[in-house]
């Protein structure tokens, strides 16, 4: 009977190994599913986040694009027929509006203030134009796009004689006909 009871109790003991083996390898089992789907809904969230930030930037790049549109006027300093840098960004949206729109025109229209002679200020109110108008053609625009009118000193847009009044009228505007 020794045997017999000792071999009851290696089966009991064999039969309950086998119940907690089975049962941590169910339980293992699980936890992965479990993991896997706190992982789906972190990742989905993280992509819902990403989705989000790529929704405001497109808006905020949207706002930048029109408010730089609005834009039409650039000034100059005296006798210089260089945009200023900070133009750069504005007349780069300008520049890849008329890349992405074919058909439209533009005419940029030269002015200077009424200092130097009238050739003088023909001449610096077409360099103004010019640069720009180069500055679009690097940055997509064509050429067939772009008309360039010089006004010089003759359509002020201040008739002042004050250093202010002379800033006002040093500029390029970009016209659509």
């Known amino acids: 009977m020794n045997i017999n009871q000792l071999m009851k109790l290696a089966l009991v003991?064999?039969?309950?190994?086998?119940?907690?083996?089975?049962?941590?390898?169910?339980?293992?089992?699980?936890v992965p599913e479990v993991a896997e789907t706190v992982d789906t809904n972190a990742n989905d969230g993280r992509d819902n986040e990403a989705e989000a930030a790529a929704a405001r930037a497109a808006a905020a790049e949207e706002r930048a694009?029109?408010?730089a549109l609005a834009t039409k006027v650039f000034y100059?300093?005296?006798?210089?027929?260089?945009f200023r840098p900070g133009d750069r960004?504005?007349?780069?949206y300008h520049a890849r509006d008329l890349a992405s729109t074919p058909r439209k025109r533009v005419r940029l229209?030269?002015?200077a203030d009424e200092r130097g002679?009238?050739?003088?200020?023909?001449?610096?109110?077409?360099?103004?134009a010019n640069g720009i108008l180069n500055f679009f053609i690097v940055n997509g625009a064509s050429r067939n796009q772009i008309e360039v009118v010089s006004y010089g000193e003759e359509r002020p847009a201040d008739r002042g004689?004050?250093?202010?009044?002379?800033?006002?009228?040093?500029?390029?505007?970009?016209?659509?006909?």
């Open 13 to 30: 003991v064999f039969t309950l190994s086998g119940f907690v083996a089975c049962s941590s390898s169910s339980e293992e089992a699980e």
């Open 65 to 67: 694009r029109r408010s």
């Open 76 to 82: 100059f300093d005296f006798d210089v027929a260089q």
């Open 89 to 92: 960004e504005t007349l780069t």
């Open 109 to 111: 229209e030269g002015h």
């Open 117 to 128: 002679t009238r050739e003088y200020n023909l001449a610096l109110g077409e360099r103004r």
């Open 161 to 177: 004689t004050t250093e202010a009044a002379y800033q006002r009228n040093r500029r390029v505007e970009v016209v659509e006909p």
